[in-house]
């Protein structure tokens, strides 16, 4: 491990001396090479779908991890609109003249070597490896072993473009030790590694945050919520929430819990259950709820579950004010959603709420850093220090100061 993060370390070197002309060459050909490279990789992730079905993996897992010619064309999609970003890296963030006359820059840098942990989403590899490649940094890779087979096949296509460039392959790679002994390793190597993305599930995430000695950035759990509002245009209202629900009940940025105001209950629910049943979503509910339509019991551990599947909770709440209380409660700072047309309301909503997405009548879905403009995203960050939210390019660079003088002493 440590000979392999030397490497990496080295490797970092080497990323410095590129123009941001000659990373958006190389990125395009990596986009290239996957597209003709697709069968490979389709072959490759089939053997990782076989062996999910064979260990009973669940079918919201299953679709996180399928790779078909369409997915992977979003992927080169994805390295492509990662290519057309702005140059992150060098940029003067401020500068001014101090009284002794410095001049003083803060200028954008790479952070260094970033190490990223993750599960199930193939794509993830490609996509986290080309917004590191553009901002400068090396990755060092770790998926989840369930898609081992396909990880491998996509770090191959990447890497084998980065030697066509005479680049060193160690500026994307996978890590040599994949089981939780080379996790923990790897989480302790703060002389080589700058920082540390987990992202996945709970557990996965609070092991890295008790046990690393490199800076972390958490993907934690999306416990998202929706909060239709009296005042709410039901329809638009009832189109959001199952888009937020079943759109891909699978990912982070799916509704996990819908709030109704008591004001509108009795005529939206009915309405509402008639919609999900059609979406095959099973419904959890509070006491209020049970008593308008039939749906088996929440309780509170269910309202601090993130399920990735199609169950949802419903709680009726007496209007914003208990909608905000029990976001502050089970919400975990990813991304809550408020439909109403009463600006006041709404305001309310959007300035109380402290999650790294507030939406006024949109999906949660929306969280995600392509639909943000970031061309991908390693992350949804539910941090409050460093980068927030869809974690782009701009989060993967940190700053210096350069200072010019001319003799001034103190």
């Known amino acids: 491990m440590e000979i392999f993060l030397q490497e990496a370390k080295s490797a970092s070197r080497v990323l410095s001396l590129l123009s941001g002309a000659q990373k958006n060459r190389v990125l395009k050909e990596m986009a290239n090479a996957l597209r003709a490279n697709t069968m490979d990789l389709i072959e490759a992730n089939a053997l990782d779908m076989a062996d999910g079905k064979k260990n009973n993996l669940s079918s919201s897992l299953m679709d996180r991890l399928l790779l078909d010619e369409a997915r992977i064309d979003a992927m080169a999609v994805a390295i492509e609109e990662i290519a057309a970003l702005k140059e992150p890296v060098g940029r003067v963030l401020d500068g001014w003249v101090t009284e002794a006359g410095l001049k003083i820059e803060k200028v954008s840098i790479p952070i260094g070597v970033i190490g990223i942990i993750y599960e199930s989403r193939p794509n993830v590899t490609s996509d986290t490896a080309a917004l590191c490649f553009k901002s400068s940094n090396v990755?060092?890779?770790?998926?989840?072993?369930?898609?081992?087979?396909?990880?491998?096949?996509?770090?191959?296509?990447?890497?084998?473009?980065?030697?066509?460039?005479?680049?060193?392959?160690?500026?994307?790679?996978?890590?040599?030790?994949?089981?939780?002994?080379?996790?923990?390793?790897?989480?302790?190597?703060?002389?080589?590694?700058?920082?540390?993305?987990?992202?996945?599930?709970?557990?996965?995430?609070?092991?890295?945050?008790?046990?690393?000695?490199?800076?972390?950035?958490?993907?934690?759990?999306?416990?998202?919520?929706?909060?239709?509002?009296?005042?709410?245009?039901?329809?638009?209202?009832?189109?959001?929430?199952?888009?937020?629900?079943?759109?891909?009940?699978?990912?982070?940025?799916?509704?996990?819990?819908?709030?109704?105001?008591?004001?509108?209950?009795?005529?939206?629910?009915?309405?509402?259950?008639i919609e999900f049943d059609k979406a095959n979503t099973k419904l959890k509910g509070c006491l209020k709820t049970q008593k308008i339509i039939d749906v088996e019991n929440a309780t509170d551990e269910d309202y601090d579950t993130?399920?990735?599947?199609?169950?949802?909770?419903?709680?009726?709440?007496?209007?914003?004010?208990?909608?905000?209380?029990?976001?502050?409660?089970?919400?975990?700072?990813?991304?809550?959603?408020?439909?109403?047309?009463?600006?006041?309301?709404?305001?309310?909503?959007?300035?109380?709420?402290?999650?790294?997405?507030?939406y006024l009548n949109a999906s949660t879905r929306f969280t995600d850093g392509g639909s943000f403009g970031f061309g991908a995203e390693v992350g949804i960050s539910t941090n409050k220090l460093h980068a927030r939210g869809p974690m782009g390019i701009e989060g993967l660079t940190t700053y210096k100061y350069k200072i010019y003088g001319s003799g001034q002493t103190r």
Do not use: W
């Open 306 to 358: 993130e399920y990735l599947a199609n169950i949802l909770n419903i709680k009726v709440v007496d209007g914003v004010e208990e909608a905000i209380e029990h976001i502050v409660r089970f919400g975990s700072g990813h991304s809550e959603a408020i439909v109403t047309q009463n600006v006041t309301t709404a305001e309310k909503f959007l300035n109380s709420i402290d999650a790294a997405a507030v």
């Open 139 to 273: 990755c060092v890779l770790k998926g989840g072993k369930e898609a081992q087979n396909s990880n491998e096949a996509i770090a191959k296509v990447l890497q084998a473009t980065l030697e066509r460039n005479s680049l060193p392959k160690s500026l994307i790679s996978l890590v040599p030790d994949s089981s939780r002994e080379g996790v923990a390793k790897l989480i302790k190597m703060d002389k080589y590694v700058d920082l540390i993305i987990p992202r996945g599930g709970e557990g996965l995430i609070k092991y890295v945050c008790d046990n690393a000695t490199v800076s972390v950035v958490k993907h934690d759990k999306g416990q998202c919520h929706t909060y239709i509002d009296k005042e709410a245009i039901l329809e638009d209202a009832i189109k959001i929430a199952i888009n937020a629900k079943v759109q891909r009940p699978g990912v982070c940025n799916a509704m996990e819990t819908l709030l109704v105001d008591s004001a509108i209950a009795k005529n939206a629910l009915p309405l509402i259950k």
